[in-house]
């Protein structure tokens, strides 16, 4: 792992800050107000940081304190214990958000006691940049090597069932739909009544669906299975009529019927290269669309992307598994969806869907420290996750692991990052000592003559 503990550099411009924090002319930051032995300090450097807000800062540097981050910028103060991964040439991109999984965690709906911390299927997953995902109801961190602060949270996308082929299936929703409805208008009612009939009974709740009730109030939002264009503009109008905003997984006819989904608010989990052909006996448009993703964006619809299978597979180089989510939002980029878009759908859209948005799915002070650096764009086929941070520590490191090291890797004699560390410094010295030691050439009067007559021929 090329880590370095910053030694010297913290020392340097310590001492470079102290002046003007003594004179006043400098705030001290976050890092010099808070700093405690304690703390773990870890600084990801000088690369070019895609923070997933619509920023991207060349060159810059990322600081995390105890696995969260602390400051974005550049001339960061960074303390002297900080660990540096150097990293300038390459892209810091945010982990990303897988928002289904198989395999990664084991088989249990209990993450915390039951994950297989050494699993290779974690360590492939961070390989394709996978840092946060979603094992049944319970979301996760891929800490490889690590049994603690893994579950994120618990209880997310319950599904509702709504398909043309249980029609007694949408009447029993609808109606729990109007029963939570009632009840909500009632329970209005009877607020305002209770001002002046102190002993005015309050509405029964009894025979409402908790679970609706919680949808209705905007509390939570319930996850549909639907492709179909009946079916997607069901729900739409389900949406509207009961002012919840629907999730829908599958949405293959959603391109056709976009407009009804983007007033209700829908959001939509896809697969950019899922194909389905016409029915030959519909007169009307139908079937799948690679513009899907990109004609639902332009209608208002939140979209996140995911792959054929949301296992891990080693039976092809470009698959349609976990490992190949980052090549499925770049089929969504082909259909018309904007890179900037396709990012989102792999990153916080999920996270946003998961209600784990505070804490990942982009580059921001006071979020989770899970970043992934890599050698080209995230959406490049022919791109490497070179490194991947999760909660402030390297977790998987491209050279170190047999899977891809063997595949295009870094240079043979190129600085390791230590090396590029002490190199800044050493240069740095021995311009100073220059400075100081020398003095500049002096120019021959021809030479002057001819760099003044204005002739820049070569």
Not at 36 to 63: C, H, I, M, N
Not at 270 to 295: C, F, M, P, W, Y
Not at 387 to 413: C, M, N, Q, T
Request: with cysteine; net charge negative; charged share 25%.
């Amino acid at each position: 792992m090329h880590i370095q503990t910053n030694k010297k550099t913290g020392s340097l411009r310590a001492a470079a800050l102290f002046l003007p924090l003594a004179m006043g002319l400098v705030a001290p930051t976050v890092a010099q107000e808070d700093e405690d032995p304690a703390d773990e300090w870890f600084v990801l450097q000088g690369g070019d940081v895609y923070t997933g807000t619509g920023a991207v800062l060349r060159g810059a540097s990322v600081l995390s304190k105890n696995g969260k981050i602390a400051e974005i910028g550049y001339d960061l103060y960074i303390p002297e214990e900080a660990e540096i991964l150097d990293v300038a040439g390459y892209r810091v991109y945010p982990g990303l958000v897988a928002i289904e999984s198989r395999g990664l965690f084991g088989g249990s709906s209990d993450l915390a006691n039951s994950v297989d911390p050494f699993s290779k299927n974690m360590v492939l997953a961070l390989s394709a940049g996978v840092t946060t995902a979603r094992s049944g109801s319970e979301v996760a961190k891929l800490r490889a090597g690590h049994i603690d602060g893994l579950v994120l949270t618990s209880g997310v996308l319950p599904g509702l069932s709504y398909s043309k082929s249980n029609p007694s299936g949408k009447r029993t929703l609808r109606q729990k739909f109007e029963a939570a409805v009632r009840y909500l208008e009632a329970y209005a009612q009877w607020e305002i009544d209770k001002k002046s009939d102190k002993d005015l009974k309050e509405p029964s709740d009894k025979g409402v669906d908790s679970s609706i009730l919680r949808y209705v109030r905007g509390e939570a939002r319930p996850v549909f299975s639907a492709s179909t264009r009946t079916d997607l503009l069901e729900i739409a109008r389900l949406a509207q009529r009961f002012g919840f905003r629907p999730i829908i997984n599958g949405c293959q006819e959603g391109w056709i019927v976009a407009d009804e989904l983007g007033r209700a608010g829908a959001s939509a989990i896809i697969t950019a290269r899922d194909r389905s052909t016409k029915s030959e006996q519909l007169v009307r448009t139908g079937g799948s669309s690679i513009e899907n993703a990109a004609i639902l964006h332009r209608a208002g619809v939140s979209v996140t992307i995911i792959p054929g299978s949301a296992g891990i597979s080693l039976g092809g180089i470009v698959g349609r598994d976990l490992m190949h989510l980052t090549v499925e939002a770049g089929f969504a980029v082909r259909g018309g969806l904007s890179e900037k878009a396709a990012l989102d759908g792999i990153t916080i859209e999920p996270a946003r869907l998961l209600g784990v948005e505070a804490r990942v799915g982009s580059i921001e002070v006071g979020k989770d420290a899970d970043m992934i650096v890599t050698d080209g764009d995230i959406l490049h086929y022919q791109t490497f996750v070179q490194w991947a941070v999760v909660s402030g520590e390297v977790v998987y490191d491209k050279e170190a692991e047999l899977f891809f090291a063997h595949i295009r890797p870094r240079p043979e004699g190129s600085l390791s990052p230590e090396e590029r560390v002490d190199a800044g410094e050493t240069a740095d010295e021995e311009i100073e000592e220059d400075s100081d030691d020398s003095d500049p050439p002096e120019e021959s009067g021809e030479e002057a003559g001819d760099e003044g007559d204005g002739d820049s021929r070569p």
